[in-house]
């Protein structure tokens, strides 16, 4: 068999069947302490990877960083891809977009609107964005499994972070999102094009509807909130992939 090559970004010719993708690097510190015989096995450019395995099942597991926003996370996308990942599952944050919804509460979006450009070297903007039903089901069941809050809906994936408007949001809160990050739409048009089984889970760190953005490490008692919600949404999503 022809060995494949090295990819050029995550240093690496082969991953894991099964995939964890996370913006954050320190998130993929954090995940791998869920699992069992962890161990970094590239890191190059901010893009750190860990190969472990599952603590209940011990099925084989790498969690690979993105970085921030779609463009970074196309390449990661596509050298995972080459590398062998078939199923991958984001573990990342967003900020709400509807009242009511808290710090610590966790998001399971099945779509997402492609407020971002680089999904388009896929597909028309037409085209629409959306999970895998038999991961974003599996998301679920696992979350309704452990009991903790969460909200299906559409995530809005934006190319802006600082946007000058501060109201721009409303547009995409009034159709009906309930959440906002930088990268699921790319995820979930790459996982349809490429015929991969795809999902997000995100943690919510503030809302911008009740007037708060990025407070999960700010304020104490928000950042008790956040850190368990993100427990809870890291354990939801070692138990659907390692049953998956």
Not at 8 to 34: M, Q, T, W
Not at 75 to 94: D, N
Not at 139 to 153: R, V
Not at 161 to 175: E, H, S, V
């Amino acid at each position: 068999m022809e060995e494949k090559p090295i990819q050029s970004h995550i240093r690496l010719s082969e991953v894991n069947k099964k995939c964890f993708l996370c913006g954050n690097p320190d998130r993929v510190v954090k995940i791998a302490n869920y699992l069992t015989d962890a161990e970094k096995v590239a890191e190059n450019r901010g893009l750190i990877t860990y190969n472990g395995y599952t603590p209940d099942k011990q099925v084989p597991v790498s969690i690979i960083t993105t970085g921030m926003g779609c463009p970074s996370t196309g390449i990661v996308l596509e050298e995972v891809y080459q590398a062998g990942g078939k199923i991958l599952i984001r573990i990342g944050s967003c900020g709400a977009l509807q009242s009511g919804i808290k710090v610590g509460d966790v998001i399971i979006p099945y779509a997402a609107i492609r407020d971002e450009r680089t999904s388009l070297s896929l597909a028309p903007i037409e085209f629409p964005a959306a999970a895998s039903p038999e991961i974003f089901l599996a998301l679920c069941k696992s979350a309704d499994s452990q009991g903790f809050t969460y909200y299906p809906g559409i995530v809005w994936t934006s190319d802006v972070f600082y946007n000058p408007d501060p109201n721009y949001y409303k547009i995409w809160a009034n159709a009906g999102a309930n959440s906002v990050e930088m990268e699921s739409s790319l995820l979930f048009t790459f996982g349809t094009v490429k015929r991969l089984k795809v999902g997000t889970i995100l943690v919510v760190d503030g809302n911008l509807a009740d007037g708060s953005q990025n407070i999960g490490d700010r304020v104490k008692e928000n950042k008790i909130l956040f850190d368990n919600g993100t427990d809870s949404m890291i354990k939801c999503a070692i138990h659907t992939i390692e049953n998956f």
